[in-house]
């Protein structure tokens, strides 16, 4: 969990130059995804971990505090789960983080999230899923980032490298943030 509110602050603190921002468009220190394994190989304590660990990164007074002292202290944030495939249900649209009150209503969405569990481990569909997000939003950053945490290798999908480097030429930074409570 620590490691995953060090992550989650090291993004939001990182100093980037600040973007004008166009008509129509907020300017934001980073767009953050976070997308998080739900395959049928997480289990309850696995799926527990990576949901508290968000959850009490987002709660954190250090994070809210590193997200204010970015150049527009603010960021933009979404996040989905993955198995398979990605659901439309399992998404929580972008939302601007600014305060304790921004962040802590994100981390009670995130929070009120069912436990669900879904056949097959996609890493690349979840990266390509990731990387859509960033189209059209009204966002204006330096650095569109996605965090995607999991417990297995891709079993279902293109090779991840096609997904990969497809994102990573559009300018996303991937982190991975490996789930190794159990083997799979």
């Given at each position: 969990m620590l490691e995953i509110m060090s992550l989650l602050a090291c993004l939001a603190c990182a100093e980037a130059a600040p973007v004008p921002s166009a008509p129509n468009t907020l300017a934001v220190d980073?767009?953050?995804?976070?997308?998080?394994?739900?395959?049928?190989?997480?289990?309850?304590?696995?799926?527990a971990l990576?949901?508290?660990?968000?959850?009490?990164?987002?709660?954190?007074?250090?994070?809210?505090?590193?997200?204010?002292?970015?150049?527009?202290g603010r960021i933009a944030?979404?996040?989905?789960?993955?198995?398979?495939t990605v659901r439309d249900d399992a998404v929580i649209g972008w939302q601007i983080i600014d305060s304790a009150q921004s962040?802590?209503?994100?981390?009670?969405?995130?929070?009120?999230?069912?436990?669900?569990?879904?056949?097959?481990?996609?890493?690349?569909?979840?990266l390509a899923f990731g990387a859509e997000l960033f189209d059209g939003t009204n966002f204006a950053s330096e650095r569109s980032v996605i965090d995607i945490s999991g417990d297995g290798p891709?079993?279902?999908?293109?090779?991840?490298?096609?997904?990969?480097?497809?994102?990573?030429?559009?300018?996303?930074?991937?982190?991975?943030?490996?789930?190794?409570?159990?083997?799979?």
């Open positions: 980073v767009e953050l995804v976070l997308a998080v394994d739900i395959s049928l190989s997480m289990d309850e304590t696995e799926f990576q949901r508290a660990g968000y959850v009490e990164a987002l709660r954190h007074a250090d994070f809210i505090q590193a997200v204010r002292s970015g150049h527009t944030l979404a996040y989905f789960e993955w198995a398979g962040a802590n209503s994100f981390a009670d969405k995130l929070a009120a999230r069912p436990f669900r569990s879904f056949r097959g481990t996609s890493i690349s569909s979840a891709n079993n279902i999908g293109p090779p991840v490298t096609v997904t990969r480097d497809a994102a990573i030429a559009k300018g996303i930074v991937i982190n991975g943030l490996p789930i190794l409570i159990k083997p799979s």
